[in-house]
């Protein structure tokens, strides 16, 4: 795997989990909040894991299915495209 595309990973991650965060304290202080459309997108185009963690984290998003299994199934759906694609020698 490149390192820039690493790097890309890890910063989507992040801004998955702080946007998780910043969801569930919204959602405590009753403010406008980020649609579960944008916390599901940042969950697909590689922030799976932060989305994960910011779910376990903040307690947020684990009583809806969608996320629930959701967030999960596209976790393994992206482990197995990485698996596919180094064993491909893409990566």
């Known amino acids: 795997m490149s390192q820039s595309l690493l790097v890309l990973l890890i910063a989507l991650n992040l801004v998955s989990f702080i946007t998780y965060g910043i969801d569930k304290w919204k959602a405590r202080h009753k403010r406008w909040r980020i649609p ?3 916390l599901l997108l940042l969950a697909i185009v ?3 894991i932060g989305a994960w963690m910011g779910m376990r984290v903040f307690h947020h998003k684990t009583l809806h299915k969608k996320f629930r299994y959701g967030v999960p199934f596209i976790i393994l759906l992206q482990l197995a495209a990485v698996s596919y694609f180094c064993h491909q ?3």
């Open 36 to 38: 579960e459309s944008t």
């Open 46 to 48: 590689g922030g799976s």
């Open 89 to 91: 020698n893409f990566i």
